[in-house]
């Protein structure tokens, strides 16, 4: 066995090892979304109208996060088909549609590590870039929740299309003109996968110009890229038609609404897109958390720690470049890198999007490696083991928030299973991540029990405290419910946002109408936080349950008259 084939078996084990804590975790958030849509399509309607079968809207499933005044829409094919695969050998069990989220991951960075050799003509060197990719922090988000496989498994095909093109161009027989059609049929499927993959065709040329065979000091950057034109010209093509299948089915691009984006006609577009990709790098370089529920709001908070972070980041890319062999080559990946990240630079940050462009920016890496001295050996070592034990807590940050919510789902089994009649179901203060895909996860596991659910209030972070109220509660009359913020610490996460019509702003006065309910926003004082006034259609009586947290990861159902005695604000 030649040292490539040992740096592959040892890079599939570490990776499998790695990652193998996540095939005892549950489902979460909106996992069970895309899971109960396609057990509704079915096998004929999932093949029967392309263009209107593989569309994921929220109004399809309706959930809780999604108001009147929001729609996010998806076209992803690909995903749909996974999710339809898993679901036949499977059926609703998480082992094997996390087993899929890790092969493909395996399968990336198999890529990563044939794409680092193609490069640097170095097995070491390819095999700790690979390695690096495949068990970085960074990726946690996309291999663990899997709805995010559209990251990995997309990444896959837009890596796989990439060295593809990039070998055909290398080598100039005949034979291996197969390679360029099969390129672009990869390029197609990553782009049914996530229309992120849309910069390959930029990144595409970046690496051409760099690593394929040719002349490249005969000609000027311009020359070159021109006799090239016809390699690129397909590339671009395949987007032009993608595109235009987009605008037949969404009448546009299919644009994702605020608050998860930014438009750039807003005010601060520019100190977004700043923050965004401060906190990106910032995750990559110093393992720091962006998480869109918890860390990306405490940002938003504190803008000034942006610019200390900032900083941070600075000095950590010029001091790698001090060691950088040659700096050009690592330059452009950088800036390739940059591109493939320029789809989602104006969306509300999240980790899974780095693992397309993380590629590059971990290429860049192997002109530091390459040619090493002794002494860095060392710290790649240390480096490496802390990756993994970074990884390793956010396996157990995954588990903990699986855990929470399938008990949450046996509180709500237990209380609700002699129920005959429909249920309106309240939950207050429980953690986003957990309540997201909740309702979907019971018509699936329960389809018996008819219900309604909303939450009242929710509070900012992914795991419970030992502090079982973020917020008081007052209940005027049976019709009536007051929930307030508690202090100035608490702050409104984007899904509340959403939940409030998809609005920046807590005005006071302000009316958001639910099917049951309607809110209206109130102001107490200039230095205190606001209350969420609830009236409902019909009295809220001991029919209808209320959820809220407690100490210990516990979730309690209680009535009106039981909260009341219990708060200290009543």
């Known amino acids: 066995m030649n ?27 909106d996992d069970y979304l895309h899971i109960e849509r396609i057990k509704l399509l079915g096998t004929s309607a999932l093949f029967k109208d392309f263009f209107t079968a593989w569309i994921l809207k929220s109004s399809d499933t309706p959930t809780w996060w999604t108001s009147p005044a929001i729609e996010l829409q998806y076209f992803r094919p690909l995903i749909s088909l996974s999710f339809f695969m898993d679901i036949l050998l499977w059926d609703i069990k998480p082992m094997g ?150 605008f037949k089915i969404f009448g546009g691009l299919g644009s994702v609404p605020y608050p998860f984006s930014h438009s750039l006609l807003r005010p601060g577009f520019s100190f977004f897109v700043f923050r965004n990709m401060t906190l990106y790098f910032a995750n990559i370089l110093y393992f720091i958390p962006i998480d869109l529920m918890v860390a990306y709001p405490f940002f938003v908070k504190h803008s000034p720690l942006i610019f200390l972070l900032a900083g941070l980041v600075a000095g950590g890319i010029y001091m790698l470049s001090k060691f950088t062999v040659n700096k050009r080559n690592a330059f452009f990946l950088l800036l390739s890198g940059l591109f493939a990240m320029l789809p989602v630079s ?25 040619k090493n001295r002794p002494w860095r050996k060392e710290i790649l070592i240390c480096y490496l083991l802390l990756i993994f034990f970074v990884t390793q807590g956010g396996n157990f940050i995954s588990y903990r928030i699986g855990s929470y919510m399938e008990s949450i789902k046996d509180t709500i089994k237990t209380e609700l299973k002699d129920s005959s009649s429909p249920v309106e179901l309240y939950f207050i203060d429980l953690p986003i991540l957990a309540l997201i895909g909740l309702p979907h996860s019971l018509r699936l596991e329960c389809p018996h029990i008819k219900f ?64 049951n309910f309607t809110v209206t926003v109130s102001k107490l004082k200039n230095d205190l936080p606001r209350e969420f006034c609830f009236t409902f259609n019909s009295p809220v009586t001991a029919k209808n349950k209320i959820f809220f947290r407690g100490r210990n990861m516990q979730v309690y159902p209680v009535k009106i008259k039981k909260l009341m005695s219990h708060h200290p604000h009543l």
């Open 3 to 29: 040292k490539s084939k040992v740096f592959l078996v040892i890079l599939i084990l570490t990776i499998f090892i790695t990652y193998s804590p996540l095939l005892n975790t549950e489902f979460w958030a």
């Open 97 to 246: 549609f996390h087993l899929t989220n890790i092969i493909f991951h395996i399968l990336t960075s198999i890529l990563i590590f044939r794409l680092a050799t193609f490069i640097f003509k170095e097995n070491l060197t390819a095999f700790l870039i690979a390695l690096i990719f495949g068990i970085h922090p960074c990726h946690m988000e996309a291999v663990a929740w899997i709805c995010c496989r559209t990251d990995v498994i997309a990444g896959f095909f837009y890596y796989f299309s990439l060295f593809t093109f990039l070998k055909f161009r290398q080598e100039k027989e005949k034979r291996h003109f197969p390679l360029f059609p099969f390129s672009l049929i990869l390029y197609i499927c990553a782009l049914l996968s996530k229309e992120m993959a849309i910069t390959l065709p930029l990144v595409l040329i970046v690496f051409d110009r760099l690593y394929s065979s040719g002349e490249k000091d005969s000609y000027s950057l311009y020359i070159r890229i021109k006799k090239s034109i016809l390699y690129y010209l397909p590339f671009f093509i395949v987007t032009i038609v993608y595109l235009g299948i987009r």
């Open 346 to 370: 104006f969306l509300s940050v999240g980790q899974r999007f780095l693992y397309i462009p993380s590629g590059c920016f971990f290429l860049c890496l192997g002109y530091i490696i390459f």
């Open 452 to 515: 309604s659910m909303e939450i009242l209030s929710v509070s900012p972070d992914l795991l419970p405290s030992n502090n079982p109220f973020y917020s008081y509660i007052k209940v005027p009359n049976p019709y009536t419910m007051i929930i307030g913020q508690k202090d100035k610490t608490y702050f409104g996460t984007y899904l509340e946002l959403a939940f409030l019509g998809g609005e920046a702003n807590f005005d006071s006065g302000r009316v958001f109408i639910r099917e």
